[in-house]
């Protein structure tokens, strides 16, 4: 309790650090924030106090009776060595272990209070996990056809199964990259309005389509739907080379996928691990997907501890650009026919995102990869083959980017023109 009230105490004054125009510019906001401040500081201490009365009170228990405990032996050893039933070596021996018995209870309370503390987020997650029964709690459908129709099963006659899976899988599915995103509608939860609404777009194999729009307009949530990490309504579809992706196992629809996101995801181990955590991939194949991502990060590697180089979790003992290049080196090893990317360059710095948009070009574009980018920079999509416009959840422009261009109030041209009249006001002198 005392951890979780010393919590919420520093959040709350880094938030306020955070809002403090905000708080200055409420009525009595000075005053109302410094009470509550007030209110959590002295929660905290009187927490504190009780605490630390608490393991008074124990110290003074564990240390009598751990006194008491060498009372009795110092008292059995002078007897029993009085009347030779003990030799004095062994009296001195006991003496000795008995004087440590304070340090064994201190011990002895402090692992069964953290066993104690354990057992009962175990409890708690218990707690959590019973509640899947009753519904309340949402599910991954894992298995292969759980998140499609019964309706949908019964009229295709459809059994989907692991069999199924493992023979897309050897097949090397998918095959060319084809997506078709059909009447696709999602929301995040049953209460929660629709963030798609009644999505068409058609991605050709081996082309590149740009989705842009403005902020809350559906272009993230297109890619949790494609992902299944939320799924869609039953009145829609999204399918891979005429595979309903529903109707397969989530594990395999993610393996066959390669994304590069905004955020570069690294895992605490090695850097081979961060490249594959399947360990399927040899060492000469990670060394050629670090040279085709980075020639000059590759050397870096091969100078120090090469691909046994620790990586902290999240990856933090890198930078931006490192990390970036990483996880587009564990695209490259995934050889996937569809590579998504969530502004995967807007973090970096110009010469990186120049190395990687041409790595990307050269290793996915030229070898026939669909590659979707969700970009917020227009310029990253204006050379693709197509761009989707949305808006609200809703397709608004779908096309080439030089069609949607010439239309003079048409949604692309606006944002293209927003975008230059906010580079204009940021910098006149550069424009």
């Known amino acids: 309790m005392n951890s979780n009230i010393i919590s919420i105490s520093d959040t709350q004054f880094s938030e306020a650090l955070q809002g403090v125009e905000t708080i200055r510019s409420v009525s009595e906001g000075r005053q109302i924030w410094s009470e509550a401040h007030r209110g959590f500081t002295n929660d905290n201490l009187s927490v504190f106090n009780t605490v630390k009365s608490l393991d008074r009170w124990l110290s003074f228990r564990l240390e009598f009776l751990g006194n008491l405990v ?13 009347y030779g039933k003990l030799a004095s070596g062994s009296a001195g021996w006991g003496l000795t272990q008995a004087l440590s018995i304070t340090g064994l209870l201190n011990w002895a309370v402090r692992c069964l209070t953290d066993f104690e503390t354990q057992m009962m987020s175990v409890l708690r997650i218990t707690e959590i996990t019973d509640l899947d029964s009753s519904g309340k709690i949402p599910k991954e459908k894992k298995e292969p056809g759980a998140a499609m129709p019964s309706i949908f099963k019964e009229k295709l006659g459809l059994s989907p199964s692991s069999k199924v899976d493992r023979s897309l899988l050897q097949t090397k599915w998918p095959w060319r990259g084809f997506i078709s995103f059909r009447n696709v509608s999602l929301k995040y939860n049953s209460a929660s309005p629709l963030v798609l609404k009644k999505v068409s777009i058609d991605v050709p194999p081996g082309s590149t389509l740009g989705v842009v729009g403005r902020t809350g307009s559906g272009k993230s949530s297109l890619l949790l739907a494609l992902f299944r990490i939320v799924e869609i309504e039953n009145d829609g579809s999204i399918s891979i080379d005429g595979i309903d992706i529903r109707s397969i196992g989530l594990k395999t629809l993610r393996q066959s996928l390669s994304i590069i996101p905004q955020e570069p ?126 808006g609200n959840g809703q397709v608004l422009e779908y096309g080439t980017p030089s069609s949607l261009l010439r239309r003079s109030n048409g949604e692309l041209r606006k944002l293209v023109d927003d975008d230059v009249k906010k580079r204009r006001s940021a910098d006149p002198v550069s424009i």
């Open 70 to 82: 060498v009372f009795s032996v110092s008292l059995a050893s002078i007897l029993l060595s009085k």
């Open 265 to 390: 995801i690294l895992f605490a181990g090695t850097l081979l691990f961060n490249l594959d955590a399947t360990g399927k991939v040899s060492e000469e194949e990670a060394w050629e997907a670090l040279k085709k991502a980075s020639p000059e990060l590759m050397e870096e590697f091969k100078g120090g501890n090469g691909l046994n180089t620790i990586i902290t979790e999240g990856g933090k003992n890198f930078s931006v650009g490192e990390r970036q290049i990483i996880c587009l080196a564990r695209a490259l090893l995934r050889k996937s026919k569809i590579l998504v990317l969530d502004e995967a360059t807007s973090s970096v710095d110009s010469r990186t995102d120049k190395e990687i948009q041409e790595t990307i070009r050269k290793e996915f574009v030229e070898k026939g990869v669909t590659v979707i980018t969700v970009a917020h920079r227009l310029e990253t999509v204006l050379g693709n083959d197509k761009i989707v416009v949305l």
